[in-house]
């Protein structure tokens, strides 16, 4: 490891000087290098105009600075008093003083019309092919293809043993989810952000797209993306402690393709409606439910469900989770207002809700025994 | 400028004491509002900050009163004074924003419309999808008598609006009947409120006025009137904030409406409670005759912040009664 | 009047000396620093390799939280009130500051403040968790009990900064020796007097920030909550008029002291006066007008999100207007480089730098690229740490002879500055580039495309750190066993009041106040009289 950081510590200060920006679309590989210097142009509109603006800013600034820098290194060098020069003893110039008051204006209304104009392709967002409703909660997505009736969660997969070294880091570590967004091509999509608890930030680098996910209401954003293929984003909002661990997968799939798999999607669903009366067994129950606390619930309840004192109560032990089967079910269904348990009633299948009440009722000290059915749950949400 | 010397004062106690005042109260109310705590670290603090504030005004006054407080130094209290009472405008700025802000755009937003027209009228994507989607049967409105949350979930709903708000009458009817209906002001306390502010605002300009040319009686007079129409005022807001609670249903709890309205009213009503105290001190020392017509410093501070809370009464006045 | 300090550890907890309680500010504010830069090197440590190793992401955010937190309010704001102590009664002819007992309570409330704040990160559910922007309702709804605490805290900090500020005005306006009209105080009066006028402006509106969390906390208030038709959004309104002054806040005095130091060492009046003046009302007045450019991805309507740019864009034109002077200071002046005008230097060129990214992240369309990145993380440290951490650096070396008699090693001095000055770029260059390439701040876990840099970042830091380290021990070296001075002007290009009284300054500077006069030819004068003898000197230039 120093081996390794002092390594890169020198190839770095060597490179300082000699790489040039706009080395984008370098295939980041494991560390990432030092060549990975500038914002990716991304595939819409939007990104462009966005990486454009950065651009031009960026070489007027830098122009700014070789001839402010270049003239102060020349006052540094030939101005020294030990070359023996005298100091003169002038203090004002009034000309000077307006040009430098002028000219950097006129530099910025200059820069002003192409941000203007960038600024409204970003809010261009009328006229839509299709809506996404983005919701944040803590620490996951929901997408919501809006007039289809689909919705689903979008969480990371990246194991807690990668993250805390007990396993190698994957190619995609912290860039992995179990169900990406998907949305077809060269279609106007428009997203719909807001959160469910806390504001989250829903950004995609590549698109171009970063908008705050506030609770309680809108914002919108719109991508035309022009090319197929997987794109990776981060919420850029802190959410609390699981921040870094809400990754964004979209993939952007070609017209057909995309037809095909909404129509897969209602079809999983309508499957899905037909079996939610059939009775499960305590194991089929259990391991369902194993998987869906990791998921789900681990995340602040920890894997060993005795939460971390002061913030996530423990289920361990729990009187709700040992006490009737309603009550637990209440609290996945309707959440406790104010704080971050949140309502599982949107995110979870009445089976995963199921299971995992089962799943606690029978796990580490907790041992109840009876059965909760996906029936119970859908009963209990039916009866509110 | 004089020649005499500016006066600093040697060491002292006070200050220290006072900070560890401000610390243990500081960390009492903290305790205090957590779920299960107490008060009792707080009046442990308060009781210190009690005695140290105390001991210092006494011994400013003393120090004053030896004449060791020359014109400059008076002029720095002076400057002290009016830039607290710059700092405490913008406190109150900070929630004119904000109901400023809620009324004009989050409220329009939440309804479902776009409050800034700038290129076109029509509601933004994000207002319209706000109504339909996440609040819908919200409509804008103001005061909020029916919360989002209301709209939404009903009976269920954790904000309620209250079931009769407190802005003044007036607007609703036609001009015609504007004389008739005027009688339904006199119950109106807000009203009597702004009228007994605004009188005590001249009293108390009168009493200064006296004490400039030296008519001590007349001075101590019409502070004693400023100071008894100052408790009246707060009488009366209790009798509003009952009123509120009991009969109108409007709580701190009822949405956006009865928390802007009650912290609005609630920190002016803590400023008349302040000011009318300090006007008291003042009559006390008044009535100890500490005030000479050159020297009165100390009731000249609390007359410019009388001024203060009544002029930020009227803003009251205006957007959360009139305009309410 | 006439005599020195109480014995023992009275004199520091009774005083009403100015110089007194400059350095206890001074010497708070560094322990803060200190503690400040320790959580800014857990924050790097955890940083330097992707993973989860040394601290949990819950204590990761509260690190962020604090370092924050505790490096604006604890370090950088005290220690320029430090100075402003130490150096505003003496520039201006004051015997001392107007209202010297509320100076002494401003600051004992300080580490009482943060002694509550601190503490938070011991209590049940972990200290702030929520940036030093506290954005509800993560800081409301979704916060630790101890925000109550964070909540208190702040409060009594702000009555520390009010009082503190009424009392720099009251000083200027009220205390100034006779003759020493606006317009020939020291550039560093100056910039304090507007700074003082932003914090009385902003303080109050960031307890009215605080004051709505508590009630929507335990009083069921709706304030930042849609559901009963408040907005979280409202927040960071409330919270960035605040916020964004109290960015100059910082870096106004930082101003003022390189105003002081170049032209020592140019040996040649400071260049353009009153530009400088009007440019730091100019962005004193700005800054109230701009804060929503935190808030571009908010989703603010069009019209708001433009507003707000073009108004932050027009901040570059007084900023430049400074550094144009500053660097016209220095041409055809007879320049040597003590350490002071070294890390002058560098604030120029270091900040001028961050003062770039500053406009590139004003440009909303690209700032949605930029927004919540490491380039916004660069931005900030390059203007606060190389902006107002190097002139205080500065401004130590450069007043410290003038404080306690004695002569820092100047080899140290540069050794310290070079270190730190590469040791601060390879800190904060790496992470414009992290952030351009995708990195989110306030991240306790990266992907491995951002490993390298972050590694390269991490290094730099901990030397940096390191670089503190010298500069702590310099300093108190200076103090113990420094090499005597007597002249009572240090410098030789140096010029000003300060520079009249006997070094080092003693206890009670201007018993009787000095007396400024215009000579024949027109030049402005100073005489002393009272405690010193009469002297003469040129006044502030382009005065008058
Ligand atoms: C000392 C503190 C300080 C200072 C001085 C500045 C100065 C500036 N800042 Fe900075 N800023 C911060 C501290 C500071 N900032 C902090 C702490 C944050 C993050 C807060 C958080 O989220 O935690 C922040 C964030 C921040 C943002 C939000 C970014 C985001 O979160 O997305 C923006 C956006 O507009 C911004 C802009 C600017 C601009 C335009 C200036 C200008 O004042 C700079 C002007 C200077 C120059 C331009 C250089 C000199 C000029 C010339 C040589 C003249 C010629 C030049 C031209 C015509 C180009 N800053
Ligand atoms: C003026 C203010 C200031 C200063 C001086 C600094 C100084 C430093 N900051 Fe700063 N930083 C902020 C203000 C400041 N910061 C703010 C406002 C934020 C945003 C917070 C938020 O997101 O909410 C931030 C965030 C921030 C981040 C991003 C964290 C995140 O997003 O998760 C990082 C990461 O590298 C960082 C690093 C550093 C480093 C390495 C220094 C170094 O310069 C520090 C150098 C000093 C030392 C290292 C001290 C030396 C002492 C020792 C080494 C030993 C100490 C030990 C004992 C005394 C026991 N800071
Ligand atoms: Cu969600 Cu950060
Ligand atoms: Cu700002």
Not at chain 1, 226 to 232: A, D, I, K, N, R
Not at chain 2, 59 to 72: F, H, K, R, T, Y
Not at chain 2, 142 to 161: R, Y
Not at chain 3, 288 to 311: D, K, N, Q, R, S
Request: aromatic share 16%.
């Amino acid at each position: 490891m120093l081996k390794r950081a002092l390594a890169l510590f020198l190839s770095c200060l060597s490179l300082m000087g000699t790489t040039s920006l706009g080395a984008d679309g370098d295939d980041p590989s494991m560390g990432g290098g030092l060549t990975n210097l500038n914002m990716p142009k991304g595939v819409t509109e939007v990104s462009q105009v966005a990486y454009d603006v950065h651009m031009l800013m960026m070489w007027i600034c830098t122009a700014i600075g070789v001839v402010v820098f270049g003239f102060m290194f020349y006052v540094m060098y030939a101005h020294r008093k030990s070359r023996g020069v005298e100091a003169a003893n002038f203090h004002e110039h009034l000309g000077v003083e307006i040009a430098w008051t002028v000219v950097p204006a006129l530099i910025l209304i200059f820069m002003a019309i192409p941000a203007t104009s960038a600024l409204l392709k970003v809010y261009d967002t009328e006229n839509a092919d299709l809506d996404i409703k983005v919701t944040g909660y803590q620490w996951k997505w929901q997408y919501e293809h809006l007039g289809e009736g689909i919705k689903y969660m979008s969480e990371m997969r990246t194991s807690i043993d990668e993250i805390e070294g007990r396993e190698p880091k994957g190619e995609h570590y912290l860039r992995e989810v179990n169900q990406p967004l998907v949305i077809p091509v060269n279609k106007k999509v428009r997203f719909l952000i807001t959160g469910n608890d806390v504001i989250h930030s829903w950004w995609v680098p590549d698109f171009g797209v970063k908008r705050d996910a506030v609770p309680g209401l809108f914002t919108a954003a719109w991508a035309r993306v022009e090319e197929p293929g997987l794109y990776v984003g981060e919420c850029t909002e802190l959410c609390g402690k699981g921040h870094p661990f809400m990754p964004i997968v979209v993939e952007v799939k070609e017209e057909d393709d995309y037809n095909l798999w909404l129509a897969g999607k209602k079809e999983e669903a309508a499957l899905y409606a037909s079996t939610i009366g059939k009775q499960w067994s305590h194991e089929e129950l259990m391991s369902k439910g194993e998987d869906v606390y990791k998921i789900s619930c681990a995340g602040c309840h920890q894997a060993d469900g005795n939460g971390i004192s002061g913030i996530f109560p423990a289920l361990n032990g729990s009187s709700i989770v040992q006490g009737p089967a309603d009550g637990h079910i209440a609290v996945l269904i309707n959440g406790i207002a104010g704080s971050s348990m949140q309502s599982f009633a949107d995110q979870l299948s009445e089976v995963d809700i199921a299971a995992v009440i089962h799943y606690k009722r029978n796990t580490w000290d907790n041992s109840v025994g009876d059965i909760v059915q996906p029936i119970d749950v859908l009963n209990f949400k039916t009866a509110q | 400028m004089s020649e005499e010397k500016y006066y600093v004062p040697e060491q002292s106690a006070l200050p220290i004491f006072c900070a560890t005042a401000m610390g243990v109260m500081a960390f009492g109310a903290a305790s205090w509002v957590i779920e299960g705590g107490d008060a009792k670290i707080f009046l442990v603090g308060l009781a210190l900050m009690t005695i140290v504030m105390y001991k210092w005004w006494s011994l400013v006054i003393e120090e004053n009163m030896q004449g060791l407080a020359s014109p400059q130094l008076k002029h720095s209290y002076v400057l002290g004074m009016l830039w607290f009472i710059f700092s405490e405008v913008m406190f109150f700025a900070a929630f004119f924003g904000a109901l400023f802000y809620v009324r004009v755009f989050v409220n329009a937003w939440i309804g479902g419309e776009a409050s800034v027209v700038l290129f076109d009228n029509t509601p933004t994507d994000a207002a319209t999808a706000n109504n339909d989607i996440l609040w819908p049967g919200y409509e804008r409105q103001w005061p909020v008598m029916e919360t989002p949350d209301q709209a939404v979930n009903g009976e269920e709903a954790i904000f309620k609006g209250p079931d009769k708000n407190m802005s003044l009458p007036l607007w609703e009817y036609p001009a015609s009947q504007w004389f008739s209906k005027l009688y339904t002001l006199l119950p109106w306390l807000p009203l009597w409120n702004t009228v007994i502010l605004l009188s005590s605002s001249v009293t108390v300009h009168f009493a200064h006025t006296a004490l400039k040319e030296g008519n001590r009686n007349v001075f101590l007079r019409y502070l004693g009137i400023t100071v008894m129409l100052g408790f009246f005022f707060l009488c009366l807001q209790v009798a509003e904030y009952y009123e509120a609670y009991v009969h109108y249903g409007l709580t701190l709890q009822s949405g956006i409406y009865g928390t802007t309205f009650f912290m609005l009213t609630g920190f002016h009503g803590a400023h008349v409670t302040l000011g009318t105290g300090m006007l008291l001190i003042q009559l006390i020392r008044g009535l100890k005759g500490h005030f000479s017509h050159e020297d009165q410093f100390g009731f000249e501070a609390a007359s410019w912040y009388w001024h203060f809370v009544d002029v930020v009464w009227l803003g009251l006045f205006i957007v959360v009664y009139i305009f309410g | 009047m006439a005599h020195g300090p109480a014995e023992g550890i009275t004199r520091w907890l009774y005083t009403t000396n100015h110089k007194d309680i400059g350095t206890l500010y001074l010497w708070f504010s560094f322990a803060m620093f200190l503690t400040g830069g320790f959580f800014a090197m857990v924050i790097r440590a955890e940083l330097f390799q992707p993973g989860v190793q040394l601290v949990q992401p819950e204590f990761f955010i509260q690190m962020t939280t604090m370092h924050g937190l505790v490096m604006v309010f604890g370090a950088i704001m005290p220690a320029f009130v430090g100075l402003a102590n130490w150096m505003i009664p003496m520039m201006i002819g004051a015997p001392d500051m107007a209202l010297p007992r509320m100076n002494n309570l401003s600051f004992w409330i300080l580490p009482f403040a943060f002694a509550i704040l601190i503490s938070t990160l011991f209590m049940e559910g972990g200290g702030p968790n929520f940036g030093w922007t506290f954005y509800a309702p993560l800081s409301t709804t979704y916060a630790p009990d101890s925000v109550n605490y964070f909540i208190f805290a702040v409060h009594i900090m702000g009555a520390s900064s009010i009082m503190g500020s009424i009392n720099i005005i009251a000083t200027v306006m009220n205390m100034r020796a006779p003759g020493m009209t606006y317009m020939k105080m020291p550039l560093f009066v100056w910039t304090w007097l507007i700074t003082a006028f932003l914090l009385v402006a902003v303080m109050p509106v960031l307890a009215g920030a605080v004051t709505m969390m508590l009630m929507d906390i335990n009083f069921g208030t709706s304030f930042f909550n849609a559901a009963g038709g408040g907005d979280p959004v409202l927040f960071q309104h409330v919270f960035w008029f605040f916020g964004h002054p109290e960015v100059y806040i910082i870096i106004l005095p930082a101003f003022g002291v390189v105003s002081q130091i170049i032209p020592t060492f140019s040996r040649k009046p400071l260049f353009g006066y009153s530009s400088m003046v009007y440019a730091t009302a100019a962005i004193a007045f700005l800054s109230f007008v701009v804060w929503a450019h935190h808030m571009f991805t908010v989703g603010m309507p069009i019209a708001g999100e433009l507003y707000f740019m073009y108004a932050t864009m027009l901040i570059a034109v007084p900023t430049g207007v400074k550094v144009f002077n500053w660097i016209t200071t220095m041409y055809r002046g007879a320049i040597t480089y003590e350490t002071p005008m070294l890390f002058c230097i560098a604030f120029v060129i270091l900040f001028t730098f961050g003062g770039f990214t500053g406009l590139m992240l004003s440009v909303a369309a690209a700032d949605i690229q930029y927004h919540d990145t490491y380039f916004v993380v660069a931005h900030f440290h390059y203007v606060m740490v190389a902006g107002a951490v190097f002139s205080g650096t500065a401004a130590v070396y450069y007043w410290l002879p003038k404080w306690c008699g004695r002569m820092y090693d100047e080899t140290m001095g540069k050794v310290q500055f070079w270190l730190a000055f590469i040791a601060f770029n390879i800190t904060f260059m790496p992470q414009h580039f992290l952030g351009l390439a995708g990195m989110p701040r306030r991240y306790a876990d990266y992907g491995l495309q951002f490993a390298d840099w972050n590694m390269v970042s991490s290094v730099g830091a901990f030397l940096y750190g390191g670089a503190q380290i010298l500069f702590l021990y310099n300093v108190v070296r200076t103090i113990m066993y420094g090499e005597p001075v007597k002249e009572a002007k240090v410098w030789e290009g140096a010029e000003g009041l300060e520079w009249l009284v006997p070094t080092p300054a003693p206890y009670h500077t201007f018993i009787r106040p000095p007396v400024v006069t215009s000579s024949a030819a027109g030049e402005d004068e100073w005489s002393i009289s009272g405690a010193t003898p009469h002297v003469a000197f040129k006044a502030a230039p382009g005065a008058g």
